[in-house]
């Protein structure tokens, strides 16, 4: 298949409306939300592994507004897809390209991360309330728990795009 621009954005259109279709499968069977976040954001990597930044970056706002409108504007539930899984296989890419030397990379993807988790916390807090226990201790337990999902988020990635591009090949 040629890399035209036609077959670039209806490979984008596609990978958006299953992106789309997962978030709303998992918001209506309410079990496993970060399963759904995790392959609803899966479903970029052909498209990164085709180098198509713009269009992946388009599809990513393509599936926040189509999500949102999906699940009744439920911002909470869309949410962690647009501040910690959804941009991330863009970011995955972008820093490959942009950045020399994997040390300064990862610390780059970890505090992107680690910054959307804050994000979905402060976002939470103004809408659910705090405890005088999460006041204490939500910031450590943001820190180890975004430093263990991001490293295994991080491998994931790599790995899908490893594989998808060992069969693009093909």
Known sequence: ????????????????ALSTALLTIGFYL???????????????VPMICKRLLKESVCAFFVVTV??????????IYILPFFVI???YPM???????????NALRK??????????MFMMWRFTYLFVGETEFL???????????????FFMYD????????????????
Do not use: H
């Open 1 to 16: 298949m040629r890399n035209t621009a036609s077959n670039n954005m209806a490979l984008s259109s596609i990978c958006a």
């Open 30 to 44: 309410g079990i496993g939300d970060f399963i759904w976040y995790f392959a609803a954001s899966f479903v970029f």
């Open 66 to 75: 189509l999500g949102l409108i999906m699940v009744g504007f439920n911002y």
């Open 85 to 87: 899984f959804g941009y």
């Open 91 to 101: 970011l995955y890419y972008w820093s490959l390209i942009k950045i020399k030397g």
């Open 107 to 116: 610390i780059i993807k970890l505090l992107a991360f680690e910054f959307g």
């Open 135 to 149: 006041e204490k201790y939500m910031l450590p337990i943001l820190l180890v728990v975004g430093i263990v999902l």
């Open 155 to 170: 491998f994931i990635i790599m790995r899908l795009i490893a594989i998808c591009n060992y069969y693009m090949q093909k």
